[in-house]
């Protein structure tokens, strides 16, 4: 059974950090890319980070850029987002999800797997 669980989300003040863990299981996880995407209140979901697990590239999206880290740890299946210098515009729910393929890409609309999603809230 594929599972994917979101952890380490909460309450932080702006300009504070979070990190966010993605813990992948019932594939085979170095065959994957994994992306962590957001949604807003009253907006539309959006990209955030992505990493090959088969050739460690990443890509992160313009908002994020120079703030948020992601990073794997192949040994325990686990995706981190590392979260810096947080703002309250990025406040939403995160979802972690995996997509079968060595080739950097994680369109929303092509994933294969998705977690449930966790709630990150950031005050100002």
């Known amino acids: 059974e594929v599972q994917i669980v979101e952890s380490g989300g909460g309450l932080v003040q702006a300009g504070g950090s979070l990190r966010l863990s993605c813990a992948a299981s019932?594939?085979?996880?170095?065959?994957?890319?994994i992306g962590w995407f957001r949604q807003a209140p009253g907006k539309e979901r959006e990209g955030v980070s992505c990493i090959s697990i088969g050739d460690g590239t990443t890509y992160s999206s313009d908002p994020v850029k120079g703030r948020f880290t992601i990073s794997s740890d192949n040994t325990k299946n686990t995706v981190y987002l590392r979260m810096n210098s947080l703002k309250p515009e990025d406040t939403a729910v995160y979802f972690c999800a995996a997509r079968q393929g060595e080739r950097l890409y994680c369109p929303d609309y092509d994933m294969d797997y998705w977690g449930k999603g966790i709630l990150d809230t950031v005050s100002s």
């Open positions: 019932g594939f085979n996880f170095d065959d994957y890319v």
